[in-house]
């Protein structure tokens, strides 16, 4: 028991060892704000326009996110415009 316990805590730190080496990409910090759900839904746009063949239901969530963002509903704003505009970039 004690030498599995060693063998799985040997693994961990080489494990931990290899993620700090790597360097991390740069943070991006969100805010649920009114001002990045239209941010957001800008992007979703631009991007919509860039993507001749937009994926099925891009249109709905876009739809939807931007009408939640005019009705303060941010967060689910938010939510939908991101899953759309994760689609569309799936897309390109």
């Known amino acids: ?7 799985l805590g040997a693994g961990l730190s ?7 080496s790597k360097e991390p990409g740069p943070m991006q910090v969100t805010t649920d704000t009114p001002q990045y759900c ?8 631009a ?3 860039a993507v001749p063949a937009a994926p099925p239901g891009v249109r709905v969530l876009a739809d939807e996110g931007q ?6 509903m941010v967060r689910g704003g938010i939510l939908r415009l991101r899953r759309a505009l994760m689609l569309l970039r ?3």
């Open 47 to 49: 991007t919509r326009r």
């Open 90 to 92: 799936n897309e390109q």
């Open 1 to 7: 028991m004690a030498l599995a316990g060693l063998w």
């Open 67 to 72: 009408r939640m963002c005019g009705n303060g």
């Open 14 to 20: 080489s494990a931990a060892a290899d993620g700090a």
């Open 38 to 45: 239209w941010q957001l839904a800008a992007e979703v746009a």
